[in-house]
């Protein structure tokens, strides 16, 4: 092996160890950091609304607050593998999920402000899903690496497949009433 064949062969593996790095370590720790700084501006948000008079408190209130506290003390407790374990875990039990407290006692203004902040901690919650693990890039990857090569209409019913938003959807309905490591989650109706 030559000086120039060796310093390529560096190059060449730095170059992947770089892309490594990033692509499964700063780009996911980037992730997790926005995603916890959403869920607490969110969580004071809706807070401020309640304190100031421009939303009352509510169940449905309440439980939004409930799961943006616990998105944001505890963002490490909300990644693809939870999420998708806990899809697993309902597809196999034929477990429809949790009836989301209605908003119905809440005026129209209310109902759009708490809506409005409902879909940014979904939205947030997806982005960490997706972008806030390894694991979340390595399935980004092999969904798009799959969608540009053809297969076959043969379907495996072993694992049951969903969109980052309905895993979202369905740990966060979850969330608020589990238990996380042995702590019940605090809410305000308390």
Request: glycine share 4%.
């Amino acid at each position: 092996m030559t000086g120039a064949e060796l310093i390529r062969f560096a190059t060449l593996v730095a170059v992947a160890v770089g892309v490594w790095l990033t692509l499964f370590y700063l780009f996911p720790l980037n992730a997790r950091a926005r995603f916890q700084y959403r869920a607490t501006v969110l969580r004071d948000t809706c807070l401020d609304a309640v304190l100031d008079g421009r939303l009352r408190h509510t169940p449905s209130v309440d439980s939004f607050l409930v799961r943006a506290d616990a998105m944001a003390t505890r963002p490490e407790f909300f990644t693809l593998t939870r999420a998708w374990a806990l899809h697993q875990a309902m597809a196999e039990l034929r477990c429809d999920g949790v009836e989301a407290p209605t908003d119905a006692s809440l005026k129209p203004e209310e109902r759009q402000l708490l809506r409005r902040l409902e879909d940014k901690l979904l939205q947030a919650f997806v982005e960490r899903l997706v972008r806030g693990s390894s694991f979340g890039w390595l399935w980004w990857l092999t969904s798009t690496l799959f969608r540009l090569v053809p297969r076959s209409k043969q379907r495996s019913t072993a694992v049951s497949e969903a969109s980052p938003k309905h895993l979202a959807e369905e740990y966060s309905a979850m969330s608020e009433r589990v238990p996380i490591k042995g702590h019940r989650l605090v809410s305000l109706s308390q």
